[in-house]
């Protein structure tokens, strides 16, 4: 009788340490991406090599979650592979994320490898996070006089293998608290060690990008509609997502009801013999 006591204290202790630190992350945003569409701007094709395997480049989720130290951009990808042995965990990939906070106007131009596109005016962009391997990965912030400063200490990226995510952790003191306003630029690329800003291009041979169009397999947005993916990459104008906050609360709520209606139902049991 003790031992089965003392399982259920353990039990019910390793629930509650479980439950406070799933409700110690808090997720600002989740958006899905449409699965399939790393074209581009519809003709872009990956290198002929063979290390490149479909959905390295298609994006199927960006979300954005904090705790008391940092916050976290995740990145999940169709497919997420290491042929190269990035101490990261992940090779291929290159991207940049551009947030508009609504702190200050910002700046407007997206550069890309070679490439500029232009956002609206009243929507450019004060936060920029460059993410690549090999220790790449940057943050950059727009200051006073349209300033920017750029900050790697407190910045890594690592994979998440076990659902093909790349993570992003930022000390939550490079960055203000997420809220609603904000709006996101999400651009996949190819990652190239040897081209400007690691952005690799078209060109000729197995390990260029082929077809044509902007070097971007796959941004943030809608499949269909003025602001469809297609659209933004052709006429070179883009348009952010907006953060839509997501709470824990429900879910934790269902969660405490079960534990207390299991414990009930044990305890039932036990004084009953």
């Known amino acids: 009788m003790r ?54 480049f298609d994006l199927l989720q960006f979300s954005l979650s904090s705790d008391s130290d940092h916050l976290y951009f995740d990145f999940q990808f169709a497919a997420l592979t290491n042929p190269f042995q990035a101490p990261e965990g992940y090779f291929h990939q290159r991207l940049e994320v551009y947030v508009h906070t609504g702190t200050r106007l910002g700046r407007t131009e997206v550069e890309i490898g070679g490439w500029t596109f232009q956002t609206a005016p009243e929507l450019g962009w004060d936060l920029r996070l460059s993410v690549a391997p090999f220790g790449e990965t940057r943050l950059y912030a727009v200051g006073e006089e349209n300033r920017v400063q750029v900050f790697s200490e407190g910045v890594t990226s690592y994979s998440r293998p076990e659902n093909g995510t790349i993570r992003v952790q930022v000390s939550s003191d490079l960055l203000p608290q997420p809220d609603s306003a904000w709006g996101y630029y999400v651009l996949t690329g190819s990652f190239d060690g040897l081209a400007a ?48 906050k997501v709470s824990s609360a429900p879910w934790l709520t269902v969660l405490s009801a079960v534990i ?14």
């Not at 449409?34 to 479909?54: C, E, F, N, Q």
Request: hydrophobic share 45%; aromatic share 10%.
């Open 197 to 244: 800003d690691f952005w690799r291009d078209l060109g000729e041979g197995p390990w260029q990008l082929r077809g044509e169009g902007p070097p971007v397999f796959d941004l943030l947005a809608p499949r269909f509609g003025r602001n469809s993916q297609r659209a933004q990459l052709r006429t070179g104008v883009l348009h952010p997502v907006v953060s839509r």
């Open 3 to 56: 031992l089965r006591k003392l399982r259920v204290l353990l039990l019910s202790v390793c629930i509650v340490l479980l439950c406070r630190r799933a409700a110690a992350l808090e997720t600002f945003a989740v958006f899905k991406d449409p699965k399939g569409d790393d074209a581009g701007a519809g003709g872009l094709l990956y290198p002929a090599h063979g290390v490149y395997v479909p959905g390295l």
């Open 260 to 273: 207390l209606l299991v414990g009930t139902f044990g305890l039932w049991r036990w004084r009953r013999g």
